[in-house]
């Protein structure tokens, strides 16, 4: 029992968070992934998207054809174009052309469009009316996400009339906080159905970041909120802390940035031997691996329309028809970088590992030697 005890006490010694930083970041980042997935990818930014300069490669492809020759996608394809270049009010005179020319055709299409261009542009109430004629003609449509960017830009109209600051809430504590309150109460959802209602918000809101802006401190936030999953034990604390540092990255305002921290700070105060530091660390690696995808597919890009190619055809051919990418931090992607653990944390771990023993080997024999030596 003495062996046993002292065991302990010197492996303790040697792993007081070296061994937590091996264990959090594989297992229980995995499982929050596995509950949430693509998250993590959307807040670090390591997802397939399109360069500047492939949207306007879009607009002069489209517009090339005469006008006579054009499909109402053509003028949806410039028009979102225009919007994902931060040109929003051409983006709204585009739809606005589209759906003058076929009033007809693509309706649905063309409300939801419309919607989200005024949004970009800070018409809020203006987009909210075309996001709820969508609904009206298609609620399924894109999954459903509609329904949750109506939620969005409604809680954001109230959130605002209170105060234009952010964070849109300061909330921190047990209990569905922010976003997710908003969403549970205008859904009116069950206490047996709250989950998945959750679930389905997250869902819609991270098809706002891969198909809108994933860079968006509002749609970090509300992400966060509902990552944390009303606190039972399907919570995403360690996603929801990297949103809300994400979105912190993501303001101008000091204040701004200085709540979002302690939006995080708080967060991961309930997630046991973690700190902030740590997940920020890990963070800024994952967002260094999504930034060398997106300049890949810039080079990639830029090199298909030098060589006056099809961009859309090439990039579905190596970045679409291609297996998925890898992100989990058992898998190296081409660069040799392993995500969710630094190599300074694993050669950490592995020291950490081998010293831990070798003392532990060492006291044992020390222990021996007395245990004999009194027999």
């Not at 931060?86 to 649905?108: F, S």
């Not at 299409?109 to 004629?133: D, M, P, Q, V």
């Not at 997630?271 to 890990?282: A, I």
């Not at 329309?305 to 989990?328: N, Q, T």
Request: with cysteine.
């Amino acid at each position: 029992m003495r062996k046993f005890v002292l065991f302990v006490a010197v492996f303790s010694a040697f792993f007081p968070r070296q061994l937590s930083a091996c264990l959090w970041d594989y297992d229980t980042l995995a499982m929050e992934r596995e509950l949430f997935p693509g998250a993590n990818e959307l807040i670090a930014g390591y997802f397939v998207r399109h360069s500047d300069a492939y949207y306007e490669w879009r607009i002069a492809d489209r517009m090339a054809k005469p006008a006579n020759q054009q499909l109402p996608s053509d003028l949806d394809d410039v028009a979102v174009a225009h919007d994902k270049l931060g040109n929003h009010d051409k983006a709204i005179e585009t739809i606005l052309e589209k759906m003058e020319r076929w009033p007809n055709q693509g309706r649905y299409e063309s409300e939801a469009n419309l919607g989200t261009f005024y949004i970009h542009a800070g018409r809020l109430e203006e987009g909210l009316k075309h996001i709820r004629s969508a609904i009206a003609i298609n609620s399924d449509a894109h999954f459903g996400r509609e329904i949750y960017q109506q939620l969005l830009v409604e809680y954001l109209i109230e959130r605002q009339s209170e105060s234009p600051q952010l964070p849109l809430s300061t909330s921190v504590g047990e209990g569905p906080l922010g976003f997710t309150a908003f969403v549970l109460e205008s859904r009116k959802a069950a206490e047996d159905v709250r989950l998945e209602e959750i679930q389905a918000a997250a869902r819609g809101v991270m098809g706002m970041m891969r198909f809108g802006n994933a860079d968006s401190p509002v749609l970090l936030e509300a992400l966060g909120d509902l990552l944390l999953a009303d606190f039972s034990n399907d919570d995403a604390k360690m996603l929801a802390t990297r949103a809300y540092l994400r979105a912190s990255m993501k303001v101008d305002d000091p204040d701004a940035t200085v709540a979002y921290r302690d939006k995080a700070e708080a967060t991961i105060s309930m997630q046991k031997d973690v700190e902030l530091e740590q997940v920020e660390e890990l963070l800024f690696q994952e967002i260094e691996k999504g930034n060398n995808l997106f300049i890949r597919i810039s080079a990639d890009e830029a090199a298909w329309i030098a060589a006056d190619m099809d961009v859309d055809v090439e990039f579905r051919k190596k970045y679409l028809d291609a297996p998925p990418l890898s992100y989990g931090p058992e898998e190296d992607d081409e660069e040799g970088w392993v995500s969710g653990l630094s190599t300074t944390g694993v050669v950490a771990c592995i020291f950490s590992l081998v010293a831990g023993l070798s003392a532990i080997a060492v006291v044992a024999r020390k222990q021996s030697r007395r245990d004999r030596s009194l027999s």
